[in-house]
């Protein structure tokens, strides 16, 4: 089936560092990826929304500065949290649309201290 | 109020004993319906996807969509201790730009 693969699966980075996300789509292309973040015990939560060659949307709240996100290949997407802080610290998953429903990738979980 | 409302249990049931998880949706544009199973730090993987009113079946678990009254419903049968995890219900459609919208997301353990 479609498999989207998200490296790193942890990080740990310094307060104000930058950290990157890749999700490659293994064996598909992926015209739209879905960005999203989760905390601990609550639901996912959409960030923003790119489509290869163009910017991305994002949603209400969700500042474009801090958190990049790049779509410049039909098989690779990459989210840059910059500036981190340690209220950025959460769990992030990318998502791409396939034929039956939606493919996740495995998740981030980015602690920043 | 919430697109889709879930109830985020907890929810503990013993080995072998049926479970039933529920969604309701308040957009009536909502046009695919989907259930996931997230275990602990791991992405969401799709269990069940659906488009219609009735019912789909796949192995232990059957998935229930009715439209008239906006419910979904997730259920397993025989149930096993492997199955304790975070249940997502998950609903989008064409209008909303293919973005899905989830459900909080149960908590089910089942106990050996």
């Known amino acids: 089936g479609a498999v989207v693969s998200q490296h790193p699966s942890w990080v740990i980075c310094k307060s104000g560092t930058s950290v990157k996300i890749e999700c490659r789509s293994l064996?598909?292309?992926?015209?739209?990826m879905f960005w999203y973040r989760q905390f601990p015990k609550q639901s996912l939560m959409l960030m923003a929304t790119?489509?290869?060659?163009?910017?991305?949307?994002?949603e209400q709240g969700v500042e474009k500065d801090k958190f990049l996100i790049n779509h410049a290949s039909l098989t690779l997407s990459t989210l840059t949290v910059t500036s981190a802080h340690p209220e950025d610290s959460s769990f992030y998953i990318c998502?791409?649309?396939?034929?039956?429903?939606?493919?996740f990738g495995s998740g981030t979980r980015l602690t920043v201290v | 109020q919430k697109e889709v409302e879930q109830d985020p249990g907890p929810l503990s049931v013993p080995e072998g004993a049926i479970v039933s998880l529920n969604c309701t949706y308040s957009?009536?544009?909502?046009?695919?319906f989907m259930w996931y199973r997230q275990y602990s730090r791991k992405g969401p993987e799709l269990l069940m996807y659906?488009?219609?009113?009735g019912n789909k079946e796949d192995g232990r678990f059957t998935a229930q969509v009715d439209k008239s009254s906006k419910y979904i419903s997730l259920f397993i049968r025989d149930s096993q201790p492997s199955d304790s995890a975070t249940y997502l219900c998950?609903?989008?459609?064409?209008?909303?730009?293919?973005?899905?919208?989830f459900g909080e997301g149960t908590q089910l353990t089942v106990n050996p």
């Open positions: 998502s791409a649309r396939v034929r039956v429903g939606y493919t």
């Open positions: 064996d598909f292309q992926a015209t739209t």
């Open positions: 790119s489509n290869e060659g163009s910017k991305a949307t994002y």
């Open positions: 957009n009536s544009a909502f046009q695919y």
């Open positions: 659906t488009y219609s009113s």
């Open positions: 998950a609903t989008g459609g064409e209008t909303s730009g293919s973005r899905l919208t």
